[in-house]
Each structure stands twice: as C-alpha cells, then as structure tokens.
C-alpha cells in the first residue's frame, strides 16, 4: 500500500477547490482520492483535474462522501460545514475547514468535534497572513500605551463574489489585537451618519469589494502625528491551497485536537 496521504477536497469545483486540486495533483506524498461537491453544481461528473486546469485525475466531481481518506480540506460555504464537520467524525477522517462566514453555533460544534478528531480550523492558510498577524498583536502591545492614544482600523478587500463580510480574516486580526489590548474592545463595523467621536477601545472594520482581488489586509494603527499601516496582500489563491495542504499534512498521526495555522507554521 502507497504511503501518499489520500485526500479528500469539500468544495472541490469553486475558486478555492480547484487549486488544491491543482497544487495537491503536483506534490508527490498525496493521492487525490476524493472531490466532493452539491449535487446541484453543474461540474458534478467531470473530471476534478480538468476542472481545476490540469490533466485529467480519474477523479469525478461528486456529491458522495468518500469511503476512505487519511484527511479532507474543506473549502465550501457556511451551510455545507455542518455536514462536513459530522461526516469527518463519523468516519474518523482529520479536518482542515478553511471556510469562513461560520456563526457561533458552528464553531462551538467545531469545537465539540475537535474533541473527537483533529482538526485545523482557521481563517487564513496563508503563511503571510499568520505572520502579520503576530506583528500586529506586537504592533498593539507596544502601543497601547502611546501618549495620546492609538486608533485601530482594519480594511480588508476582496473579490466581487465573496459572500461574507468582514472576511473571516480581519474577524481573527481584530480578536487577535482585542487580546492585547486593555479593558473591554468595542468591535464597530463600518461608520455612518452621526457617529460621535471615535472611542478609545474601538476596533473597526471596512469591507471592500473590488473586481478579482484574492485577499487583501490592511490594519492602521493612527497616532496622533504619526501611523502605522501594515498591508498583506495576495497575488493569487495559491498562498491560501498551499496552507491548507500544509495543514493536511500536519494534522498526519496528530490526536484529537483544535489547531490553529499557527500551530501548522510554528508561530504558536
Ligand atoms: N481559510 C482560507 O485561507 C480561505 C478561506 N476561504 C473561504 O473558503 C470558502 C470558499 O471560497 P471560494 O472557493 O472562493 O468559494 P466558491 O463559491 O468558489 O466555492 C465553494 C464551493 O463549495 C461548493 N458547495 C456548496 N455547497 C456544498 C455542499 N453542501 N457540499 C459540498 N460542496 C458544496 C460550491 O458548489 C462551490 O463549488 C469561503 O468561505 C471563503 O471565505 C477562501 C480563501 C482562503
Ligand atoms: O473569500 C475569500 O476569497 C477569502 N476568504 C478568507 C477570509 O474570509 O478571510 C481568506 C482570504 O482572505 C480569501
């Protein structure tokens, strides 16, 4: 028997699917063995691989759970996580869910499944997007303090069609620096009419929607004088399936367990 890592993609026919399908086909330690999509998608039948843009796999789109697979990524929507997270459980199957738009039933249920099979659940795979995330939680620390205070402000931009908003990345930079900060956090999203004043504890988030970006992060840290902004930006989606891939690989012979991708980076 191969000792490839068997894979099994939820979401297998979007944006995100196809280039864990394409970059997963390239890495010689897996075995694509799996490509779930809805029943309804119009792709289901077709070849996984050349709907991802790359050879063909003898892989087909389809709505069916797989009988085996050592891991499954899930890139899909929030509806279809709750199933995901129950079939993986079912069938002992480690998890990676990169969806984000989850309410807080969902990630409680993550939670009590986290108990049962390991799971990385996080909102950015990518290895950029985790570090900035430390130095902003720096970035806070050291100016928590400043004379005359500091404003945060997180923008994030994104494609068109994505769905939810914010995106679950600037939700996790935002409860990354409230943990820093002292005192009860405001969370203000997007200003309108007579706001007042800003307040001091305040974290707020804009959400842009533009064209094709893959995912751009911008967090201000506004002095009085002075600012800070640091910028992470995607060029592609490929920053985002190479993580997940990485995380798949991790969660390999790992217990039962929640992880972060800081724990797949060795950022934790
Ligand atoms: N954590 C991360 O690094 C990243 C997370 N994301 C998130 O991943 C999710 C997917 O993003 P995209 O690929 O751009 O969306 P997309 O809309 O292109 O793809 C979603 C796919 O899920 C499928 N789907 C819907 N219901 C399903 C079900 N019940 N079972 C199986 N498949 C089902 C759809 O048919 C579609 O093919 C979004 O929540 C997005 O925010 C996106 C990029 C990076
Ligand atoms: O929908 C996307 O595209 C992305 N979604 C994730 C999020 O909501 O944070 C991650 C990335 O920014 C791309």
Known sequence: MSNQIQLAVHG?????????????????????????????????????????????????????????????????????????????????????????????????????????????????????????????QQITETLK?????????????????????????????GELIAEKMDGDVKHVHGREGETGQRTRNEIGYHAVRVGDNPGEHTIVFGMMGERIEINVAASNRDCYASGAIAAAKFLQGKPAGLYSMFDVLGLS
């Open 145 to 173: 303090h400043v004379a005359g205070g500091v404003d945060i402000e997180i923008i994030e931009r994104h494609h068109r069609f994505k769905a939810d908003a914010p995106s679950g990345t600037a939700l996790r930079f």
């Open 12 to 136: 297998a026919a979007g944006r995100m699917g196809r280039r864990v399908v394409a970059l997963a086909a390239e890495d010689k330690d897996i075995q694509i063995t799996a490509a779930i999509d809805h029943a309804d998608n119009g792709l289901i039948g077709q070849d996984a691989g050349l709907v991802a843009g790359i050879a063909a796999l003898d892989v087909l789109l389809s709505p069916d759970w797989p009988n085996y697979a050592s891991v499954m990524i899930d890139f899909s929507l929030p509806v279809a996580v709750d199933g995901c997270v129950a079939k993986c459980v079912a069938a002992k199957m480690p998890l990676v869910i990169a969806t984000t738009g989850l309410n807080d039933v969902q990630k409680e249920a993550i939670a009590a499944a986290a108990k049962l099979i390991p799971i990385v659940w996080a909102p950015s795979m990518s290895t950029a997007v985790n570090l900035t995330m430390k130095v902003a």
